[in-house]
């Protein structure tokens, strides 16, 4: 869990209604992120309609479908048994997705940093200082957005 982020969070009350495009614009670029570690073509296909959604391109009926979808592609990931981390990558990265569609963009975020860690190798995600250069793009990010979206605390 990234703490900063979630002060983030609590302090622009990023969880109220008010900010949901806020939140699927966060999540979005969470996702975003890890999409070269995707490997489910369909993973990708449905992180597109979220960026849509952001974008205004598609409505709440498609994107409450492509959230259903995603949670059944992310529950279905054959995931790996090697050590070496990378089918573990693409696991997290596509719950990332899941997670962002389905508006939940402190998860989202969650999982794309592990994402990121796994596809260092899988013994990174025991050293929290492997989390800190994602960690903190992810609080810049947020931030990005916050000014933009003139939100104060």
């Known amino acids: ?83 070496d981390g990378s089918q573990h990558s693409a696991v997290s990265g596509t719950y990332a997705v899941a997670k962002a569609l389905a508006g939940k963009a402190l998860d989202a975020a969650d999982y794309a940093a592990y994402s990121t860690v796994y596809g260092y190798g899988g013994y990174a995600v025991n050293d929290p200082d492997a989390f800190a250069p994602e960690h903190g793009w992810q609080v810049g990010t947020l931030k990005t957005l916050l000014a933009k979206n003139a939100v104060v605390a």
Do not use: T, W
């Not at 009350?13 to 975003?32: N, S």
């Not at 709440?60 to 790996?80: D, I």
């Open 1 to 83: 869990m990234n703490s900063e982020l979630q002060s983030l969070f609590d302090e622009h009350h990023v969880a109220d209604p008010a900010h949901r495009a806020l939140r699927y614009a966060f999540a979005h670029a969470c996702a975003e992120r890890v999409r070269h570690r995707l490997e489910d073509a369909r993973a990708i296909e449905l992180l597109d309609v979220l960026k849509a959604y952001v974008e205004g391109r598609v409505d709440e009926a498609a994107l409450a479908a492509a959230a259903e979808e995603a949670a059944v592609v992310a529950n279905r990931h054959r995931g790996s048994p090697s050590i």
